[in-house]
DNA sequence: CAAGGACGAAAAATCGATTTATCGATTGGA
DNA sequence: TCCAATCGATAAATCGATTTTTCGTCCTTG
């Protein structure tokens, strides 16, 4: 290959075409793998696509369709391994089938989220997958109606009428942590959450308190949200602990809560899982690395990424059936946090120490 | 504003021209805000406009320039805190001169890198943010020099002769950590890193060395890196620590070698800061709310992102003045995991309990 | 031997905006 | 009064590809 002109115009399709001595609508058709050119002249083409180091500007061969291959990704924001891993899964699914994936941020704003569809609407993308920041009924999924765009819901959603949703399993891995802390014999249990991302965090709770009221109908459960930001939960949280409550586990239904509650609860200088238990909606690195390790419901993000670029192309490609609602299943993670199983809640100071070298 | 045809082709300039009764040369001219048209005209472009719902389309609006209206931004990774709230950064600042910003991840792959590189080279950027995944000197650099392409490197970066650098200044922050450690009365110490990453992990490493020997001269300080990933040196780790060999603090010079030294104190028993002090370069929300908190270095990615966008756009309107190489300062969060001041190490079994409530 | 196909490739239209060249009308100066 | 300068706006070229239409050969067949 060569470098020719190092900082010069970009060769374009009329430059390959005059240096192979054909017209320019042959290139297009030689490098669309169109078999109606005499091998000769595709060989030339070849050649001078080689020699001049030519590449197609993805922008000019856009122009002409009314799908560009772009797909768009709007996530409430990036700081989280969620939504970062969820990003890189979406980003090589899309370039896997030769679309780009752009990438924006609505950073836990519906007005903001609005924009940025309405300029990706301006882009013409192919696509769109949304993790909407409230919930399928907000004004970003009406947008897209109302202007006949394609796409998908994912995470914070749980059904919608007119666009394919995928999610997280909630209610279910919510009742395989009700059976585990139920098993594990407790009878108090705090769910902490945020009402706004009303949606999924929904789901969670009845998921949990569902299964925990049939396994154990006297099982006391105890309910914190607050609406928007999380500062409000800690301070409920705070009042409620302020008031003599004393649950022996708590479940916290979003990875925010989960870092307020262990916050909390170095503040009053109680250890997991001895004086209270936890258990978090949503896996991190870090928490098996702590001490002690966090139990967390792992969402499978690949899943989710996987299945939702699988419905947004059928769509793409013309798919008119009805919206189909996924829900992936989870994995939940037993660790520390819960102590072993069969130990009950408040079962003495417990071992601090960790468990020998192998 | 109206809807109109919700899921018909969008409205073309040619479309406002005619509802206007003007050219569409005059459309383009009065939306760019050109002088020379009477304001009658005017007038009737702006309504035909807000009746049509009319929104330029930037893909054909760039065609004909050079350097098209769209930043590239590589990261090696979207999944930490640190480059995620480096994209929301980068995506803001982009968004406020009306660039639309192309995320990608380099998934730690220099091979991969360049090739991202190549395709943002295709769409014509009119320049890139790049996170190199080694340093300044990799091959996607090269062929941003080799291609004439506008870019600045930011963070595993030092200086470079071609482009633009920002990064923290490791070596300083590295510095008043060994202040720290050293006026703690620490006399063996332990460095973690990742020496792929040499630009950086070397500053880093020199940074704290130097200082510490200036303040300390007997001071024994070991070093573990390994090549490439992160396993090899949790293995270096536990052989090290296998043998007997028993430093009062360890620095770790990358976030995930300060998960690795955790899951190693873990293992062996050994908490923080009674047994061993622990501070990491890379600060991450958890930090402070585990027990013990974290003492981390905080990189300042606003700073970073907010020069590495300014210097970019300098360079974007024709700039063309010799390569500047940007250091900004990071700030040392002292947490628990290194005690107090004037504790020294091995201070007998310290106290786990928690400060008083407030 | 002339008309009808088949084939391969070039010419031209198209996508949607921007920019340059052109043109007509009005105004000004000589 | 006539030509020139000015103003405002339109026509046309342009960006770089794709797709449709047209065109010229060569081959086949009646």
């Known amino acids: 290959m060569a470098q020719q002109e190092a900082r010069q115009r970009r060769p374009s399709i009329h430059d390959v075409a005059s240096h192979a001595g054909v017209s320019a609508a042959t290139v297009s058709k030689v490098l669309a793998g169109v078999t109606t050119v005499k091998p000769e002249n595709a060989q030339r083409v070849f050649d001078a696509v080689e020699r001049l180091g030519y590449r197609v500007d993805p922008l000019a061969s856009d122009m002409r369709r009314a799908k560009r291959r772009i797909i768009g990704a709007i996530m409430p924001e990036f700081e989280s391994e969620f939504f970062g891993s969820m990003v890189t899964e979406l980003e090589g699914l899309a370039e ?118 049939t396994l154990n109908p006297s099982v006391r459960i105890d309910v914190i949200t607050s609406e928007v930001s999380v500062e409000p939960l800690r301070s409920s949280l705070r009042d409620y ?53 966090i139990a967390a419901v792992v969402q499978p993000v690949r899943q989710i990424a996987s299945e939702a670029m699988n419905l947004l192309f059928r769509r793409v490609e013309g798919d008119a059936g009805p919206p189909t609602a996924r829900l992936e299943p989870c994995q939940v993670l037993m660790r520390e946090s819960v102590g072993s199983p069969g130990s009950g809640p408040h079962s003495g100071g417990g071992d601090r120490q960790q468990p020998p070298l192998s």
Chains 1, 2 share one sequence.
Request: glycine share 8%.
């Open 241 to 293: 602990f302020g008031r003599g409550e004393r649950p022996t586990a708590v479940y916290s239904l979003l990875l925010k809560g989960t870092l307020v509650a262990l916050s909390e609860f170095r503040r009053r200088g109680w250890h997991c899982p001895d004086d209270i238990a936890l258990v978090g909606f949503d896996d991190a690195e870090w928490m098996q690395v702590t001490w002690p390790a």
């Open 96 to 213: 896997q089938r030769g679309y780009t994936l752009v990438a924006a941020s609505s950073r836990e704003s519906e007005t903001r989220e609005k924009e940025i569809l309405a300029r990706m609407h301006d882009w013409r993308v192919a696509g769109v997958v949304l993790a909407p920041v409230r919930n399928e009924h907000g004004p970003a999924a009406a947008f897209m109606k109302a202007h006949g765009m394609t796409g998908v819901l994912i995470d914070r959603v749980l059904s919608d009428d007119a666009f394919d949703t995928v999610s997280a399993d909630s209610a279910a891995a919510s009742a395989e942590v009700a059976r585990m802390l139920i098993g594990n014999g407790h009878s108090h249990i705090l769910v902490i959450g945020l009402a706004e991302q009303a949606a999924t965090v929904r789901a969670r709770l009845e998921g949990f308190r569902s299964q925990a009221l």
